[in-house]
């Protein structure tokens, strides 16, 4: 067999097997399935399953970090980098990936997830740590981790409530709103000692 016939045979198996993870997580929750559940649904065999991963957690942990690789190059642009954008762009990302951030964050996703997501936002506010107006960057205080932290918890609460909302404001909206409340706790937290 060719290299790029079991490239593809690959591909095929590792979208089988995330579309299942996705629409099993819909309806019983993450914590509840098992490895045997996933391949059934995907039509592989568990040891397709294990050719490609170690776990459910390993099949998880590489969907998301795809998905915070094209969020990364996405905000990464340069008319992006050194701008607020990056929260409209970030937003655009999760809307892109919606289903599967619905199933991971959502009551049948998983903990495991939500504390996940909530460090990679706690690198991006601390590489993009432009949450607030232009002109206010001095607020951003860099070396409290507990503010960082607490910014990336709202990103994650606010992600979760668009999400099972619906998506009632587009993306600009929300991370405006979301960009403003970040602004207020780092214009609070400029005056602690």
Not at 69 to 86: D, F, G, K, M, N
Not at 94 to 113: D, M
């Given at each position: 067999?060719?290299?790029p016939?079991?490239?593809?045979?690959?591909?095929?198996?590792?979208?089988?097997?995330?579309?299942?993870?996705?629409?099993?997580i819909?309806?019983?929750?993450?914590?509840?399935?098992?490895?045997?559940?996933?391949?059934?649904?995907?039509?592989?065999?568990?040891?397709?399953?294990?050719?490609?991963?170690?776990?459910?957690?390993a099949?998880?942990?590489?969907?998301?970090?795809?998905?915070?690789?094209?969020?990364?190059?996405?905000?990464?642009?340069?008319?992006?980098?050194?701008?607020?954008?990056?929260?409209?762009r970030?937003?655009?990302?999760?809307?892109?990936?919606?289903?599967?951030?619905?199933?991971?964050?959502?009551?049948?996703?998983?903990?495991?997830?939500?504390?996940?997501?909530?460090?990679?936002?706690?690198?991006?506010?601390?590489?993009?740590?432009?949450?607030?107006?232009?002109?206010?960057?001095?607020?951003?205080?860099?070396?409290?981790?507990?503010?960082?932290?607490?910014?990336?918890?709202?990103?994650?609460?606010?992600?979760?409530?668009?999400?099972?909302?619906?998506?009632?404001?587009?993306?600009?909206?929300?991370?405006?709103?979301c960009?403003?409340?970040?602004?207020?706790?780092?214009?609070?937290?400029?005056?602690?000692?």
């Amino acid at each position: 067999m060719s290299q790029p016939e079991n490239n593809l045979r690959v591909r095929r198996t590792q979208r089988l097997l995330r579309e299942a993870l996705i629409e099993l997580i819909e309806e019983r929750g993450f914590d509840a399935l098992t490895v045997g559940e996933i391949a059934e649904r995907a039509m592989v065999s568990r040891a397709a399953f294990y050719r490609n991963y170690q776990d459910k957690y390993a099949l998880v942990e590489q969907i998301f970090a795809e998905a915070m690789q094209a969020l990364l190059e996405a905000v990464a642009e340069p008319r992006t980098a050194h701008s607020p954008e990056i929260w409209v762009r970030f937003f655009e990302h999760i809307a892109e990936y919606e289903r599967l951030y619905r199933a991971l964050l959502g009551r049948r996703g998983s903990p495991w997830f939500v504390l996940k997501m909530r460090a990679s936002v706690v690198d991006l506010v601390k590489e993009f740590g432009r949450l607030v107006p232009p002109g206010a960057a001095h607020m951003y205080p860099k070396s409290d981790e507990f503010v960082p932290d607490l910014v990336a918890t709202l990103f994650v609460e606010a992600i979760t409530w668009w999400l099972d909302q619906g998506r009632p404001y587009p993306p600009q909206e929300i991370a405006n709103r979301c960009m403003l409340l970040a602004g207020a706790i780092f214009k609070e937290t400029s005056t602690w000692q």
